[in-house]
């Protein structure tokens, strides 16, 4: 695919960190015609980069109101295949503001005990003095 631009470049040949550089670049500078074919390249050629460094997207996607199509992309992800979210390798280090809208997604399809069991999960992860035991936890700990 390449950049429908004059002087374009061909962002096969680009890593996918440097796209979203260019993602974000052209969001600040309100480029929309930019951004759409961006969002629309990750989207189709890239989603499997994406699904392992889910945090990185979908913190990334809010950011910026214009990056639409990554936000709905990753609200699909997370409604139709929670799993992968909660089994990738960098679900512990997601920030708690973004977990707490992962869980609160109306159209994720997940048990409420499933939910819960990823929270203690990502708790204990970030709080490794904790107990592990949670039957065991007292007020004070229930603060993950």
């Given at each position: 695919?390449?950049?429908p631009?004059?002087?374009?470049i061909?962002?096969?040949?680009c890593n996918?960190?440097e796209?979203?550089?260019?993602?974000?670049a052209?969001?600040e500078?309100?480029?929309q015609?930019?951004?759409?074919y961006?969002q629309s390249?990750?989207?189709?050629?890239?989603?499997n980069w994406?699904?392992?460094?889910?945090?990185?997207v979908?913190?990334?996607?809010?950011?910026n109101?214009s990056f639409?199509?990554?936000?709905?992309?990753?609200t699909?992800?997370?409604s139709?295949?929670?799993a992968?979210i909660?089994?990738?390798?960098?679900?512990?280090s997601?920030?708690?503001?973004l977990l707490?809208s992962?869980i609160?997604n109306?159209?994720?399809?997940?048990?409420e005990?499933?939910v819960?069991?990823?929270?203690?999960?990502w708790g204990?992860?970030?709080?490794?003095?904790l107990?592990?035991d949670?039957?065991?936890?007292?007020?004070?700990?229930?603060?993950?």
């Amino acid at each position: 695919m390449v950049w429908p631009f004059e002087g374009g470049i061909s962002l096969e040949e680009c890593n996918t960190s440097e796209i979203f550089k260019i993602l974000d670049a052209a969001g600040e500078l309100s480029l929309q015609e930019l951004v759409a074919y961006l969002q629309s390249f990750l989207i189709e050629n890239k989603a499997n980069w994406m699904e392992e460094n889910f945090n990185f997207v979908y913190q990334t996607s809010f950011e910026n109101n214009s990056f639409l199509e990554l936000q709905k992309y990753c609200t699909d992800l997370i409604s139709k295949e929670p799993a992968k979210i909660f089994k990738s390798p960098n679900y512990f280090s997601i920030l708690e503001n973004l977990l707490i809208s992962l869980i609160q997604n109306d159209y994720l399809q997940m048990s409420e005990v499933q939910v819960w069991e990823q929270v203690i999960k990502w708790g204990l992860a970030r709080n490794p003095e904790l107990p592990s035991d949670f039957t065991n936890y007292s007020k004070n700990d229930s603060k993950l």
